[in-house]
């Protein structure tokens, strides 16, 4: 199984940014899929997740209002839309098979900072 994350960067408060997963090595639609995160001394959080065919998806407080998850299951990618960003997202982005975040890929980091 590989998951690999893009897309992060640096961005001013209020931003936007749009992290992308590309997923190898498992059938795709089988599996929810995750985007978690985990800011320097705190717990794994999960950020949102969006069923095997894209129909449903769930948030995390923390972003709700913020966030969109979504799937191209053609290409085997999947994708956070977040705007509205503040410091307190400022965190290391996984893409995960599960919410614990046990299957994961290396991560993209996301730095919200004036």
């Known amino acids: 199984v590989q998951l690999q994350a893009s897309g992060g960067g640096e961005v001013q408060p209020g931003g936007s940014l749009r992290l992308s997963c590309v997923a190898s090595?498992?059938?795709?639609?089988?599996?929810?899929m995750w985007w978690v995160r985990q800011a320097p001394g705190k717990r794994l959080e999960v950020v949102a997740r969006v069923s095997g065919m894209g129909g449903r998806q769930n948030y995390g407080d923390s972003v709700k209002g913020r966030a969109t998850i979504s799937r191209h299951n053609a290409n085997n990618t999947v994708h956070l839309q977040m705007i509205h960003l503040n410091p307190e997202d400022t965190a290391q982005y996984y893409c995960?098979?599960?919410?614990?975040?046990?299957?994961r890929g290396q991560g993209t980091q996301v730095t919200v900072s004036s």
């Open positions: 995960a098979r599960d919410p614990a975040g046990v299957v």
């Open positions: 090595g498992f059938t795709f639609t089988d599996w929810w």
